[in-house]
């Protein structure tokens, strides 16, 4: 990418704070039961999981919500809950995020769907889903259109996130189709199943290469299949674009006048699941703020790529795509966000790696520093160092500290062989750090004991171990300052 097109995809990026889309589709809550395998089951040849920690989340449309709150952008979501208790998670959990005005409207006696995900070890183990898949009834679905089309009319561009799970029935899809068209909107549809007659007249549509093979009869093999398929969806239902996902290889641009192949932009492929709900929403972000079409579909293509390269249902933030349109180099590499480190141990557990944490102040880095970095290593495989932000600093040690700002101290720690991350926490404690890295050993210097060392009963409470490195006498930043001074 040249330095002016560099610049150009960052600008579009820092506008999506500017975006304002409505979202309407299939919400359900994507529910995750972590936990340990060491036995099987007397009762049955099962192994037996042992749950450490839950977590739930908004899926299907809702995960379309979640990047798009990511990426900074306004979102209106219009959606269907049951009355039962995922309902009520959902309701919960869609609005306490900012930048949402939701309308989850309550269909008495419908089950929310509800899809639970047993994982040990980094193993799937089994899924157990909960759904109900019937349209809505008819004078719901009219009051669901009717909030639609007034949110409609207050946004820039509207995403139809179809799951066929009820709530886009063909009515519903026309009704929207319409109503963006006498608005202005543009509205691109995520679609499910065979039959696109739902979405005739829809701007773009966003099959994967799976979906495109099943509406249209035809192979897609090679690129050349891919244009001659979309190119038929074009003709057959007026969409005026087909952004066909690929995967690992990336992405495809059809329209009337043009095609556009997009390689894939993951450096290593975890997790595929939800990527096209980041597609869709980036998309969607992009040509909310008036990205150009075929560089809207460039950031979503690179979105995906950052998402696939996350463990689990992730999402992207401008930072990380920015980062991955200008990536930094060499030391600075391995300076990030909490966000970005949490990603990362989660990915080295899955491959099997101990994952070490320390942190401290580090003003003035010295030989003792260096001692107890190396050591800090020595106990486990990847070794992430957190670092007090300057205002934390000046709490802890007084006004005149630190000596060096956070970015200078961050760079000195990144330079070191021992140091595999590099991030920053505001708190004076790095408990909440330590709470979202979840390490594998957590290390301090001989100077604590282990009742004294922040977070170690959390390490512990999750099979983690706490360690004490022995110090190297005579070193420590007060006293070289003192001599300084002297």
Excluded at 211 to 225: H, I, Q, Y
Excluded at 435 to 451: H, N, S
Aim: hydrophobic residues 45%.
């Amino acid at each position: 990418m040249t330095n002016n097109t560099t610049a150009d995809f960052g600008a579009h990026v820092k506008r999506f704070c500017r975006a304002s889309v409505l979202v309407v589709g299939d919400v359900m809550l994507d529910r995750y039961v972590y936990g340990e395998v060491a036995r099987v089951s007397p009762e049955a040849p099962v192994p037996i999981l042992t749950v450490t920690r839950e977590v739930a989340m908004p899926g299907g449309a809702g995960n379309v919500v979640r990047n798009l709150v990511a990426l900074d952008a306004s979102v209106a979501f219009v959606s269907m809950v049951g009355d039962d208790q995922a309902g009520s998670d959902l309701t919960g959990l869609i609005g306490g995020q900012e930048r949402v005005e939701p309308w989850l409207l309550v269909q008495n006696g419908r089950t929310t769907t509800l899809k639970t995900r047993y994982i040990a070890q980094g193993q799937h183990l089994i899924r157990a889903d909960r759904e109900e898949t019937l349209a809505l009834p008819e004078k719901l679905s009219e009051r669901l259109v009717k909030i639609a089309l007034d949110a409609m009319a207050a946004t820039t561009v509207t995403v139809l996130s179809d799951y066929r799970k009820g709530v886009l029935s063909a009515p519903v899809c026309a009704s929207l189709i319409n109503g963006a068209k006498k608005l202005g909107r543009r509205i691109i549809v995520d679609p499910k199943g065979h039959d696109y007659t739902r979405y005739e007249g829809a701007d773009i549509v966003t099959p994967n290469r799976k979906e495109l093979a099943e509406a249209t009869g035809m192979k897609v093999d090679t690129e050349a299949c891919i244009v001659a398929a979309a190119q038929v969806l074009l003709k057959r239902h007026g969409f005026s674009a087909v952004l066909v996902t690929r995967s690992e290889d990336g992405m495809s641009l059809i329209t009337p006048d043009e095609v556009h192949h997009l390689p894939g932009e993951a450096r290593e492929v975890f997790d595929v699941s939800g990527a096209g709900d980041t597609v869709v929403a980036t998309l969607a972000a992009a040509l909310a703020v008036e990205t150009p079409l075929a560089e809207a579909a460039r950031l979503a293509n690179i979105a995906a790529g950052i998402v696939v390269g996350k463990v689990g249902t992730a999402v992207a933030r401008p930072s990380d795509i920015l980062a991955a349109i200008a990536p930094a180099t060499g030391i600075l590499q391995k300076i990030v966000t909490p966000a970005a480190a949490a990603e990362a141990a989660e990915r080295w557990r899955l491959r099997g790696y101990t994952v070490g944490f320390t942190n401290g102040c580090f003003d003035l880095l010295h030989p003792g520093h260096v001692h107890l970095l190396e050591q800090c290593r020595a106990r486990c495989q990847r070794l992430i160092v957190g670092i007090n932000a300057d205002a934390s600093v000046k709490r802890l040690k007084g006004p005149t500290r630190p000596v060096q700002g956070e970015a200078e101290r961050a760079a000195v720690l990144a330079s070191l062989a021992s140091v595999d991350l590099v991030c920053m926490f505001e708190e004076d404690t790095p408990i909440e750090l330590i709470k979202r890295l979840r390490p594998d050993v957590l290390i301090k210097g001989a100077d604590y004991t282990r009742e004294t060392v922040v977070g170690a009963e959390l390490v512990e409470s999750w099979g983690g171990s706490v360690a004490l490195a022995e110090l190297l006498p005579g070193h420590s930043t007060t006293a070289t300052l003192a001599r300084l001074r002297g």
